[in-house]
């Protein structure tokens, strides 16, 4: 199985339409682990790491988002495997 981390950047409105609690429990049903977080920019944050299939798959799910979101953009980065998460997290 191979596994993969990357950063995300979610561009749009996505503040304030609960995408940070829908991406926690997208990412908790995949089994991956890593953190989220509103950036003053406007601009949703996250770091996934786990198997492959579904990070890309949560990747995808970031495209559209919660129902009340508008998602302009969705910027990746494939990073090194750095620190390991045991679980995903809300942060402020």
């Known amino acids: 199985m191979s596994h993969r981390q ?14 940070r609690h829908s991406l926690w429990r997208q990412a908790r ?3 991956i682990s890593g ?3 509103n950036r ?3 601009a949703v944050e996250a770091l996934f790491q786990g ?3 579904s990070v ?8 559209v988002g919660p129902a009340f979101a508008e998602v302009s953009e969705v910027h990746v980065i494939l990073q090194n495997k750095g620190k390991n ?4 997290d809300i942060l402020s």
């Open 29 to 31: 049903k995949r089994g």
């Open 51 to 53: 198997e492959m299939n």
């Open 40 to 42: 003053a920019d406007g």
């Open 56 to 63: 890309d798959d949560l990747i995808e799910w970031c495209r």
């Open 6 to 19: 990357v950063h995300v950047t979610i561009s749009g409105l996505v503040q304030g339409v609960g995408f």
């Open 85 to 88: 998460f045991d679980s995903f």
């Open 35 to 37: 953190w989220v977080r």
